[in-house]
């Protein structure tokens, strides 16, 4: 018989802006409409014993109104001790700030 593992959850909530270092998405130089990404590493407080399942939801951005907003975040990378997020924007749009909360769980 074995011993089962109990779940373990984690979740907590992220901001960034124009003041967060490397922050890219606010600007576009002119002729250039490619796909900007702003690259976030989440650690874990505790890591998990196998790799977990993480969700990620947009909670707030604030964008340019002169243009279409667009905005993505998606998670990759994942590990037993965190994941990266990447939040990304592309053409004209300019994002001056978004958040997200995030979960995960595992054993």
Same mark, same amino acid.
């Given at each position: 018989m074995t011993t089962p593992t109990p779940w373990k959850i984690l979740s907590s909530s992220a901001s960034f802006s +124009? +003041?967060?270092? !490397?922050? !890219? +998405?606010? /600007? +576009? #130089?002119?002729?250039? #409409?490619? /796909?900007?990404?702003?690259v976030v590493e989440v650690v874990f407080d505790t890591p998990f014993m196998t790799i977990p399942v993480v969700q990620l939801g947009i909670t707030s951005f604030d964008i340019d109104q002169r243009d279409s907003a667009r905005l993505t975040i998606n998670v990759t990378q994942i590990s037993e001790a965190g994941f990266t997020a990447v939040i990304s924007t592309w053409a004209s749009t300019r994002v001056y700030a978004a958040g997200f909360n995030w979960f995960a769980i595992g054993a």
């Open positions: +124009l +003041l967060s270092e !490397c922050w !890219c +998405l606010a /600007t +576009l #130089e002119p002729g250039e #409409e490619q /796909t900007r990404n702003f």
